[in-house]
């Protein structure tokens, strides 16, 4: 089974039927697996802070959400985390390419890399960091306690994971 | 009419629905005028009422109003296009313009000078868009209402605010009494 098949799995087995997403190339697979899902509404949203309104909404409408980003957008959507997600209580898996990390060829990406975990660490959002495929075995787990605990959940999936940048 | 005016007008019809408001003094006088349990409170996060509305309406069948304001459509300019992209019948954005930011001062926002936001959310796709007079909001959003088609309305009326207290309520109670007028 490919990753993208597995991590859609996860979100369609934890009920998740609502998914956004802004795209970056390392998630293009695991886009068009969403996209490829009849029990997910796929809506592409222009910015991720627009996204987790889309998010919020869906979960109030009674369908569980979730954000697919790049890391990039942590910079914008922190008031959004901070005085919709979190001060309404409401549970939202953001699954984040973490872009400028190992292997990567952009060297601007690795400004934003170097502030992803400490501001999510500032806005005590629980984070998990996928480095190696078999990472992945616990998003199952992930997904269950962002719906447990209503809180917004960041997993940052790192090039290694996703399988490097062609032949670098 | 000044907003106030336009909300206390077409209270009457909003209280059947599930209503959206837009942060500040908009969400301040609905909850003055007429507060209702369907009634979801912005208590941060300019922009984002169209998003919300958008996503409850998705979500369920309930008929959903988002009330937003000239300069917050300009502040989330990205949701007219996904609106547009993304029907859903049940779904009314009630943009109140009246050419300015009021929670901050009454300055003119750009929607009061040579941007009309109807030609913007036509342009975008949106295919039923309404421009109105405030007086006449309260039958136009009735007759989007029973036309089940995905509508948008850009009211147009004056500036200008009137004094009233912020929303003490704790924000998990407003999300809370939403969330079970929407399963009512």
């Known amino acids: 089974m490919s990753i993208n098949t597995k991590i859609v799995d996860d979100f369609v087995a934890n009920g998740i039927e609502f998914v956004t997403t802004v795209p970056c190339k390392q998630l293009a697979g695991v886009i068009d697996e969403v ?48 005085t919709l997600t979190q001060y309404y209580r409401m549970p939202l898996p953001m699954l984040i390419s973490y872009r400028g990390e190992l292997r990567e060829p952009v060297a ?12 999510l660490n500032q806005l005590n959002i629980p984070t998990y960091h996928f480095h190696k495929e078999s990472d992945a075995d616990e998003l199952d787990t992930i997904l269950k306690y962002t719906f447990m605990c209503n809180k917004p959940v960041a997993i940052l999936t790192d090039a290694s994971f996703w399988g490097g940048y062609g032949d670098q | 009419m000044i907003r106030s005016e336009v909300l206390r007008e077409i209270a009457p019809i909003l209280r059947d629905h599930l209503v959206v408001c837009n942060i500040g003094l908009p969400s301040q006088e609905l909850h003055m005028i007429d507060d209702q349990p369907s009634n979801f409170y912005m208590l941060g996060t ?5 998003s919300i509305g958008l996503g409850v309406a998705l979500a369920q069948d309930k008929t959903v109003i988002s009330i937003d304001g000239d300069g917050s459509v300009l502040t989330n300019f990205g949701t007219l296009p996904t609106i547009a992209n993304n029907v859903a019948d049940n779904f009314i954005l009630l943009i109140v313009d009246n050419g300015s930011y009021g929670s901050t001062g009454d300055q003119p926002t750009y929607a009061g000078k040579k941007t009309s936001l109807a030609a913007v959310a036509k342009a975008c796709g949106c295919e039923n868009v309404i421009e109105c007079q405030d007086k006449d909001t309260g039958g136009v959003l009735q007759q989007a209402i029973d036309s089940k088609k995905m509508t948008v309305i850009v009211c147009k ?28």
């Open chain 1, 108 to 119: 601007c990406q690795v400004e934003m890399a170097v502030h992803t975990k400490a501001l």
């Open chain 2, 157 to 184: 009326c004056d500036s200008g605010n009137i004094k009233l207290p912020v929303i003490t309520m704790d924000p998990v109670v407003i999300r809370d009494r939403f969330m079970k007028s929407v399963q009512a």
């Open chain 1, 35 to 82: 996209e490829a899902r009849e029990e997910i509404y796929h809506i592409p949203s222009n910015k991720e802070d627009e996204g987790m309104g889309l998010c919020a909404g869906a979960f109030m409408g009674g369908k569980r959400p979730a954000i697919i980003m790049q890391n990039t957008a942590i910079g914008v959507t922190v008031n959004t985390l901070v």
């Open chain 2, 46 to 50: 300019m922009g984002l009422s169209s």
